[in-house]
T-cell receptor, first 114, second 111 residues
């Protein structure tokens, strides 16, 4: 069974640009959640989607947005990039939601903002 | 405010030795507690998950304990191997599907 796939793995952008990251969950998993990981803050929850609906959202500005498609694949978008957005962005999938049971993470997309 | 604190921040031990990592939480209402292992530049991988009623769970050389009364958990690694070098993250789940993450313990195993 294929794991969680994130693309791209690495990308470099400049301030003011926007970026879209993609996540393909494990087959059959309907919940996809996104996290930002930085050395200083650790892992922080961005948002979670279940069956194309955003169920929960973390404390991030509106520049961070996401969506989920009918096949459960998810994308997150960051607009007007800032230097502080440089981070490892992780997506995770689970059958029912991140809180209840096993959570499976992808390898992440490392974003560098110059 | 829900918080998860891990100690130590970093730890260096010799290969073959045992070690114990600590996690204290103030999350309420508590649902479950997980330990993840994260290799550098990779995504976290689940080691154990424990509910309120469980006080110990093992996964090979990894054994997690949970004391819900004192809100403490520990991860014990037995007979460490070089491949155990990684960050270990304690994560607590609370009501409404939310997770609170600890900042992790960076473990280095030296030969």
């Amino acid at each position: 069974k294929a794991g969680v796939t994130q693309t791209p793995r690495y990308l470099i952008k400049t301030r003011g640009q926007q970026v879209t990251l993609s996540c393909s969950p494990i087959s059959g998993h309907r919940s996809v959640s996104w996290y930002q990981q930085t050395p200083g803050q650790g892992l922080q929850f961005l948002f979670e989607y279940f069956s194309e609906t955003q169920r929960n959202k973390g404390n991030f500005p509106g520049r961070f947005s996401g969506r989920q498609f009918s096949n459960s694949r998810s994308e997150m978008n960051v607009s007007t990039l800032e230097l502080g957005d440089s981070a490892l962005y992780l997506c995770a999938s689970s059958p029912t939601g991140p809180g209840a049971g096993e959570l499976f993470f992808g390898e992440g997309s490392r974003l560098t903002v110059l | 405010k829900n918080q998860v604190e891990q100690s130590p921040q970093s730890l260096i031990i010799l290969e073959g030795k045992n070690c114990t990592l600590q996690c204290n939480y103030t999350v309420s209402p508590f649902s479950n507690l997980r330990w993840y292992k994260q290799d550098t530049g990779r995504g976290p991988v689940s080691l154990t998950i424990m509910t309120f009623s469980e006080n110990t769970k093992s996964n090979g050389r990894y054994t997690a304990t949970l004391d819900a009364d004192t809100k403490q958990s520990s991860l014990h690694i037995t007979a460490s191997q070089l491949s155990d070098s990684a960050s270990y993250i304690c994560v607590v789940s609370f009501g409404n599907e939310k997770l609170t993450f600890g900042t992790g313990t960076r473990l280095t195993i030296i030969p």
